[in-house]
Nanobody
Framework: QVQLVESGGGSVQAGGSLRLSCAASESTFSNYHIGWYRHSPGKVRPLVAAISSSGSLTDYSSSATDRFTISRDNSKNTVYLQMNSLKPEDTAVYYC???????????????WGLGTQVTVSS
C-alpha cells in the first residue's frame, strides 16, 4: 500500500477556507483511489470525499457537497481537499487513505497516518 502524509490543517473562523494536501512518495500513487476521512472524539471515521485514480470520478458526503472539492495531481503524487464555508462541526482530524476498488472506500485501506487537525471556531 502507498504511504500518505496529510498537511494543511489549521484554525479558522466559521465561513473560512482551508486546503488540505495528501502526498505520497511512491509513483504507484496514481494507481489508487484516494479518500479523505475525518475523525472527531467519540465518532467513527466517515468518508468526507473520494476521488478515483484518474481523477475522473468524485464522491462527497452530504455534509461536504457544495462546500468541499477534492482534486488530484498525479504528476505531484498529491490529492487536495479544498474546504470552503467551514462550519464548527467540520472540526476534526482529517486523514487520507488509499483504496483499490471504487465504491469501496472502507475496504483494503492502508495504514492510517497522523492526519491533520482542522479547527473551526464560531
Amino acid at each position: 500500500q502507498v504511504q500518505l502524509v496529510e498537511s494543511g490543517g489549521g484554525s479558522v473562523q466559521a465561513g473560512g477556507s482551508l486546503r488540505l494536501s495528501c502526498a505520497a512518495s511512491e509513483s504507484t500513487f496514481s494507481n489508487y483511489h484516494i479518500g479523505w476521512y475525518r475523525h472527531s472524539p467519540g465518532k467513527v471515521r466517515p468518508l468526507v470525499a473520494a476521488i478515483s485514480s484518474s481523477g475522473s470520478l468524485t464522491d462527497y458526503s452530504s455534509s461536504a457537497t457544495d462546500r468541499f472539492t477534492i482534486s488530484r495531481d498525479n504528476s505531484k503524487n498529491t490529492v487536495y481537499l479544498q474546504m470552503n464555508s467551514l462550519k464548527p462541526e467540520d472540526t476534526a482530524v482529517y486523514y487520507c487513505n488509499a483504496f483499490p476498488l471504487w465504491g469501496y472506500a472502507y475496504t483494503d485501506l492502508g495504514s492510517w497516518g497522523l492526519g491533520t487537525q482542522v479547527t473551526v471556531s464560531s
